[in-house]
């Protein structure tokens, strides 16, 4: 390929006592040859750039906004970097670049949000699912108001819409597509990338609201050890270490390791049941990452995990505490007094291998493998259920160019086999029902890239699934960028995407009450959800004041051909759940905007409006429960000068307004065990500081819901002080699934930081 290769650099200063500069890259300089206006390139993310080669003797432009436009003259060369001045150049000032906690893309067709390790410290983010409290874009709630499950939502949808994956690979899914938030530790992750619409095809079927793919920390971007200890107000003690280890020129390794515990009695309101679950998990993994010489690169990971929760009746727990055999055991021993008890073992391998071909780094094979083996035991109350997954996934990837780097494409072959056992057996129902399926999925996808000029990017591809329950489906998606100017980008993106549900893991909060399940008609010969996702987007970047902006406004609408439907309102004792195409849909709007307000404060303020409705075998209400139409956010940042030692301090608040949401009608139940049919609105302020003692260590402490907001009777049947139910009230109406806000109230947690950092460059 006849190209010129490089690199553009910003010029920093790394040690300030010394003056001694280094160069940082950076993203988004236009590159172009001074006579050919078409001929032009936009650097990535990490700066690197590639044009097509001119004459000796003619001179590469290279300019940004903010930045001394530079021309080079071309001599033969094959790679160039390329140093970019700050346009306005002040004697005796020192310019260090602020990183910002949330990086958007001008240049990507993706609508693409990635969140930084920056990002992810500025709330206790012990795991998954409480990473995104500081984020406008998802939603973060809990399943009930008793084991303390949090759940997401992405576009006004439940998170199972949305495609989880781990460094590329399936994340939380099938029986773990909640569960499985609380058990990848915020410690081992090194970035959270948040597509919105639908994701591209060549990473499988399940993207439908979005994607989420969480980037951990792998033996390149680990630290030589990093040690964190968590306490909190509910008495859950956390330690996650990470250590990596280069063991030769080719071979590195990273060990990732987390331990939970809880065994502290809350009961704030004095309901009767513990306001938050006792709770226990350690979890391991290990990866390993190979680097040859000719171009082959390799990525193995293996992860353990044990985990165990036990929530319901106090008095349940504090005999099981004071027997021989401890709480976990009540499992396999139900007793009379209510509770859940879950137990969760899961073992998972991957392994990604790649070969760039010599003198062709445009053209690329690699392959993706993924197996686990799960199993999810739990019992609420008279309730059992028992479910056994196994998945393997393989996928072989092609990328190559047609002519030019201009145009480029992968195509992916890939294998999907997912067997499902599960068990269940309800109190009224002396009998084990068991339901079983095996999918078989082989697919083929294609998907073409087109960067002919720098205004205009797209992506386009097309993906067919043979699955042997369903037949063959066809998911085509688009992605599209035009640049108004060059700090202005507008968006479009459109897909189609399926997915196999599973309720009784999906719907987990529903367990934690006295409702049975109603199975439609061939609901275990389901088709599959599938829905169509469009969507556009608007960002730019600004100063405001002398200081960085960005405002952000998009709007999608997904619209399902075939939905499986869990309704909640056609009676308080029962989930009736069944297939039904028809006008399912949810709209949703938003707009953000950051700030670089000041050198030390940083604001961020965000609004969302959601429309979401289902339909319903008896029609009305159609409006989806649990969500609110309205949402507002806002996040208060400051970070004080480094030191002398690199300390400094760190404080960020986050405040927002939750609106009003439909709750699931309780109108056929008597006066005492009713709710309001809507919920009303409430605010939600969570707050942390941290003083960094220096580049190695750190103390931090914060609180959650400061404003110490609770809902109301989040339990429909317990037992209320001088007003106790009766034995007959609480089994006909027990219900704590209908939860839209905080059970605990106010929380306060600390912890602390302490690792070896690596080497700097030259020492």
Known sequence: MNALRGKVLTEELQDLSAGEPYYVPLPGAYVRWSNEEQAAAVSDGFGFFKIAKAEIGDTLVVSMIGFETVGWVYNGESYVDIPLKAGVDLESAVVVEKRTAIQLSLLSPLDVQSLNRKELSKAACCNLSEAFETNASVDASFTDAVTGTRQIRMLGLAGKYSQIQVDNLPGPRGLNVVKGLELIAGDWIHAIHISKGSGTVNQGHESITGQINVEMKNPETADPLLVNFYLNGMGRSEINVVSSQKISRRWSTAVLLNGLRNERLNDRNEDGFLDV??????????????????????????????????????????????????????????????????????????????????????????????????????????????????????????????????????????????????????????????????????????????????????????????????????????????????????????????????????????????????????????????????????????????????????????????????????????????????????????????????????????????????????????????????????????????????????????????????????????????????????????????????????????????????????????DYGDNPVTEQQFNNYFDASLVYGPIFGRMFYMGLRWGILPPKSGE
């Open 277 to 718: 679950p006792l709770h226990y998990h350690l979890i391991g993994r290990n990866e390993w990452k190979f680097v040859g010489d000719r171009g082959i690169r390799g990525e193995y990971a293996i992860t353990l995990l044990q985990a165990g929760a036990g929530a319901g009746k106090k008095k349940a727990y504090e005999e099981g505490l004071t027997s021989s055999q401890g709480w976990q055991d009540l499992l396999n021993a139900p007793t009379d007094l209510w509770s859940a008890v879950t137990q969760i073992n899961r073992m998972e391998t991957t392994a990604k291998t790649g070969y760039v071909f010599p003198n062709a780094d445009w053209r690329s094979i690699g392959t993706q493998f993924t197996f686990y083996d799960h199993r999810h035991e739990q019992r609420f109350g008279d309730n059992d259920y028992e479910g056994y997954e196994r998945l393997f996934r393989g996928n072989i990837l092609y990328a190559d160019i047609i002519g030019n780097t201009n145009h480029s494409f992968t195509t992916c072959l890939s294998y999907v086999y997912n067997s499902f056992d599960e068990r269940l057996q309800f109190q009224a129902n002396d009998s084990m029902d068991v339901y079983k399926r095996e999918e078989q999925v082989p697919g083929v996808s294609v998907e073409y890239t087109w960067s002919g000029k720098a205004r205009w990017s797209v992506i386009g591809g097309v993906r067919y699934d043979q699955h042997n329950m369903f037949g063959g489906i066809l998911s085509p998606r688009l992605h599209a960028r035009w640049s108004l100017t060059e700090n202005i980008s507008l968006k479009f993106a459109a897909g189609r995407g399926f997915r196999t549900p599973n309720p009784f893991m999906e719907e987990l909060g529903t367990w934690a009450s006295q409702r049975q399940w109603y199975l439609g008609r061939d609901t275990w010969r389901l088709q599959p959800e599938i829905a169509v996702n469009v969507g556009t987007n608007v960002t730019s970047k600004f100063r405001l004041n002398y200081r960085e902006a960005s405002l952000t406004v998009d709007a999608y609408s997904t619209r399902f051909e075939n939905k499986l439907v869990v309704d909640l309102d056609q009676a308080t004792d029962a989930i009736h759940l069944y297939n039904l195409s028809g006008n399912s849909f949810a709209n949703t709007a938003q707009a953000e905007f950051n700030w670089d307000l000041h050198r030390r404060w940083d604001v961020r303020l965000a609004y969302r409006w959601v429309n979401a409705h289902t339909d319903r075998i008896l029609g009305n209400p159609t409006e989806d429960p649990f969500v609110s139409k309205h949402r507002g956010f806002s996040q208060l940042s400051y970070a004080s000068q480094l030191d002398e030692r690199e300390g400094q301090w760190l404080a960020d608040a986050t405040l927002q307004w939750i609106g009003a949401q439909r709750l699931p009608s309780t109108s056929e139940n008597p006066e005492p065990f009713m709710l309001p049919d809507e919920a009303p609105d409430f605010y939600q302020l969570n707050a942390q500081v941290t003083r960094q003692i220096n580049a190695e260590f750190s103390v931090y402490l914060g609180v959650e819901n400061a404003l110490n907001y609770k809902q109301e009777r989040p339990i429909i049947g317990a």
